[in-house]
């Protein structure tokens, strides 16, 4: 994925891609030991969603999802990733790739485990000007520094 400079921060172009991470807790599991495919698919949606804010800087809602391919199953005590990449911007709708790796702490092997496209639709836009549209996406981003972690968390109500 490509992010361009910060700039107050933000990408100059627009968003980052947004990468989700955390670790497969039992909790999470089926009875195989591997993670629940609806807890995996709630993860995605998470990643769209915050993916299409960032990028729109307004509510989102999931339209839809295609095309969800389950690869490999994330084991419990791996550290899942999930990447999420705008990949076409509408008036007011957004189509995002998510991707979520798993990987042994050790880091000794990464696997593609889902990939899956979200469509998402701008709400709560009533302020705005009736003429109001997404931004055009960014053209490209800079890589992140591979050694650089940021966390960042959204509080949902109840």
């Keep these: 994925m490509k992010r ?4 107050e921060g933000e990408p100059a172009g627009g968003p980052a891609p947004t990468t989700l991470i955390d670790i497969v807790f039992p909790g999470d599991t089926n009875h195989h030991g591997t993670l629940f495919g609806g807890a995996g698919l709630a993860y995605m949606d998470r990643a769209a969603f915050i993916a299409a804010t960032r990028h729109g800087r ?10 969800v391919e389950f ?32 990987e042994q702490v050790d880091g000794a092997e990464r696997v593609l ?28 981003h800079d890589p992140l520094p591979p050694d650089e972690v ?8 109840d």
């Design 4 to 7: 361009e400079q910060a700039s």
């Design 58 to 67: 307004v509510p989102f809602v999931t339209a839809s999802c295609e095309r």
């Design 71 to 102: 690869r490999k199953p994330a084991q419990v005590g791996q550290i899942v990733t999930f990447a999420s990449t705008p990949v076409w911007a509408g008036r007011r709708s957004l189509t995002v790739e998510v991707e979520m790796a798993a």
């Design 113 to 140: 485990c889902t990939r899956g496209i979200f469509h998402m639709v701008a709400v709560g836009a009533e302020g705005l000007a009736p003429d109001w549209s997404l931004p055009a996406l960014p053209a490209s």
């Design 150 to 157: 940021r966390m960042t968390d959204i509080v949902f109500a």
